[in-house]
Every structure is written in C-alpha cells, then in structure tokens.
C-alpha cells in the first residue's frame, strides 16, 4: 500500500519559516519525481516545486529564492523549506509521487501565514 505523509505545517507569521516534510512507503522512492504543490480555498491546485530523481529541482516564479525542495532516498523523504513567507503562501500543501503513469498524492498539511 503506497502513502505520501506531509507534515510541518502549521501557523506561522509573515517573514517566518516552516520545514515540510512527505514520508513515503510502498513505492521505490529514489525512482519517483517528487514535487510539492498547494491549494487556497476556491483555488486550483498549483505545482510550487519539483525534484527529479536526479536531484535537479524547479520552481514556480512566486516561490523562487524562497522555498528549496529537497530530497533524502536513504529515508524516502522530499523535504520543503520555506523562507520569507507571505499571507499569499496560505494554503493546503500536497505532496505527489510521480513515475510515468504512475500517480500518488498525501492528504494535505495546512499552512496559513497570518500576523
């Protein structure tokens, strides 16, 4: 059974910072690309930055110089470290696992920037 666990999200002011972190299992993690992405209420959802299994990552416009995905294989863990955030980076952060076909997405953790 593959699951996507995000975790580290929570309030935080604006200018602050918050490390997320999605633990996998069931899948063989290192040959998965990893992103990360976000939704606000009554948004889509948007990719905000993805790695490759080589480790080569990119990054939405609104999140360059800011956020810095990583990835550890030896513990199937991809890694979000966010600086500088704003009241606009509120929203639900998924990750997603991503061979060919192959989908898989986590449950969401909350992250709301607010003074």
């Known amino acids: 059974q593959v699951q996507l666990v995000e975790s580290g999200g929570g309030l935080v002011q604006p200018g602050g910072s918050l490390r997320l972190s999605c633990a996998a299992s069931?899948?063989?993690?290192?040959?998965?690309?990893m992103s990360w992405y976000r939704q606000a209420p009554g948004n889509q959802r948007d990719l905000v930055a993805t790695?490759?299994?080589?480790?080569?990552?990119n990054y939405a416009d609104s999140v360059k110089g800011r956020f810095t995905i990583s990835r550890d294989n030896a513990n199937d863990t991809v890694y979000l470290q966010m600086n500088s955030l704003k009241p606009e980076d509120t929203a639900v952060y998924y990750c997603?696992?991503?061979?060919?076909?192959?989908?898989?997405w986590g449950q969401g953790t909350q992250v709301t920037v607010s003074s």
């Open positions: 069931g899948i063989s993690f290192s040959n998965y690309i």
């Open positions: 790695i490759g299994t080589g480790g080569g990552t």
């Open positions: 997603k696992a991503r061979l060919f076909r192959q989908t898989y």
